[in-house]
């Protein structure tokens, strides 16, 4: 099994597994269990914050392609990859949204109404 993802390049998945790690360790430092990740695309890293880490991501993209690529993503995952995230507690959502300097006031209640997400 081991640490990569079967449809990102070597180097891609050297680059999530570092930025999650350093994303996570930051994370317990200040107490946050809950990641939004804005420009999210796929959602790989979304996915090893949730899986491997235990956090809760919400992964917020502008374009309908990448979250339903990241809904298809997660679906593809192996048993073992969907029970590390059971074990963990961890969760992914993805949400399709424009998020300019215009929409970041109305934020986290789009993601509450909309979304149907709890940011506590």
């Not at 891609?12 to 107490?31: Q, S």
């Not at 991501?57 to 309908?64: A, E, F, H, I, K």
């Amino acid at each position: 099994s081991g640490r990569g993802h079967y449809c990102m390049s070597q180097k891609k998945n050297h680059e999530v597994a570092v930025m999650g790690e350093e994303v996570a360790r930051m994370a317990r430092e200040h107490g946050v269990t809950c990641i939004v990740d804005i420009g999210s695309g796929k959602g790989y890293l979304a996915h090893e914050l949730a899986a491997r880490h235990g956090l809760r991501v919400v992964g917020v993209d502008s374009r309908p392609v990448n979250t339903e690529g990241a809904t298809r993503y997660h679906a593809k995952l192996s048993r073992e990859q969907a029970s590390q995230a059971k074990r963990t507690g961890g969760s992914f959502r993805p949400v399709t949204a424009f998020m300019g300097p215009e929409q970041a006031r109305d934020f986290v209640p789009f993601l509450r109404d909309e979304g149907g997400v709890e940011l506590t």
